[in-house]
Structures are given as structure tokens and as C-alpha cells.
Nanobody, 124 residues
Framework: QLQLVESGGGLVQPGGSLRLSCAASGFTLDYYAIGWFRQAPGKEREGVSCISSSDGSAYYADFVKGRFTISRDDAKNTMYLQMNSLKPEDTGVYYC?????????????????WGQGTQVTVSS
């Protein structure tokens, strides 16, 4: 069974850091484009960051560039999102996802497999 399981969310103060993890089972992440998305209350799910399936390049949405880092550990079949300098507007449910897309994409409709989501709350 193909599955993605996230962990690492929680409550953090503005300026703080969190690292999200997403463990894959039933398939191998390095054959897929992978990405992180988030959804704030009342808003659409939006792409945060992704890694290309063709060359491993990482891409970021402008609103997280310089603060977040996406990575993948092939030995553990796990992807990560390191989030630094967190802001209240980063609050939301964060989802990891994997896509058969060749290359890089942050279009949610291109993604085939999704984790269950983990809550991130940035508040003082």
C-alpha cells in the first residue's frame, strides 16, 4: 500500500523553527517529484516547495524563499521541510505529496499521493 505519513508539526512562536518529516512506504521517493503544500483556514491549498524528479533541483514559493529548505533522504525514504524564521501567516495544515510528473511542479492537481497533513501553528 502506497502511503505518506507526516510528523513534526506543532505550536511555535514567531521567529522559531520546525522540521516536518514525511516517511514514504510502498514506493520509492527518488523516482517521484515530491512537494510540500499547506492550507490555511478558509484558503486554497498552495504549493510551498518541491524537488524535481529529473535532476533533484529544489524550488520554493516566494513567500518561503530563504526561510524553508526541502530535502530528501533516500536511505530513509523520507522527505523533510525545515522551516525557520516562522511567521504567523505560515500557520496551516502542511501536506507532503508525491507525483509521477517528470520534472518539478507545485501544481496540486499534478500530485498523485498525499499525506494526511500535520498542523503548524505560529503564535505567541
Amino acid at each position: 500500500q502506497l502511503q505518506l505519513v507526516e510528523s513534526g508539526g506543532g505550536l511555535v512562536q514567531p521567529g522559531g523553527s520546525l522540521r516536518l518529516s514525511c516517511a514514504a512506504s510502498g514506493f520509492t521517493l527518488d523516482y517521484y517529484a515530491i512537494g510540500w503544500f499547506r492550507q490555511a483556514p478558509g484558503k486554497e491549498r498552495e504549493g510551498v516547495s518541491c524537488i524535481s524528479s529529473s535532476d533533484g533541483s529544489a524550488y520554493y514559493a516566494d513567500f518561503v524563499k530563504g526561510r524553508f529548505t526541502i530535502s530528501r533522504d533516500d536511505a530513509k525514504n523520507t522527505m523533510y521541510l525545515q522551516m525557520n524564521s516562522l511567521k504567523p501567516e505560515d500557520t496551516g495544515v502542511y501536506y507532503c505529496a508525491a507525483s509521477h510528473f517528470y520534472g518539478a511542479t507545485m501544481m496540486r492537481d499534478e500530485y498523485d499521493y498525499w499525506g494526511q497533513g500535520t498542523q503548524v501553528t505560529v503564535s505567541s
